[in-house]
């Protein structure tokens, strides 16, 4: 008997909004820049890479190459990822420990 396997892909279980906003935020939490550049990798899988790709104003394989594990996106790019997914961003002062 032989036993097939396939790579795990998380961009198939963020079907909810809310698990994809859990995702990246905690991603945010965590400050990697690698990390948040990978969530959003996963979300834009989840949502359709195609179309946010062209709603970023990229191609469908640069997205996949700045969004992987190892990418290196462009500030741009990501900006255009936030908007492509209808994301709105919110900032909170972090207040200093004492």
Known sequence: MTV???????????????AQA???ADAFETGDAQYIAHAFG?????????AI???A??????????LSDKGDPKFSTL????????????????EAAE
């Open 4 to 18: 097939e396997t396939k790579l795990f892909d998380p961009a198939e279980y963020m079907e909810s909004d809310e």
């Open 22 to 24: 859990e995702l990246l």
């Open 42 to 50: 996963i979300v834009a899988r989840a949502r359709g890479m195609t």
């Open 53 to 55: 790709a062209r709603d």
């Open 57 to 66: 104003g990229v191609t469908r394989e640069a997205l996949y190459k700045a």
């Open 79 to 94: 900006l255009g990822v936030v908007k492509a997914l209808g994301l709105k961003l919110e900032l909170k002062k972090i």
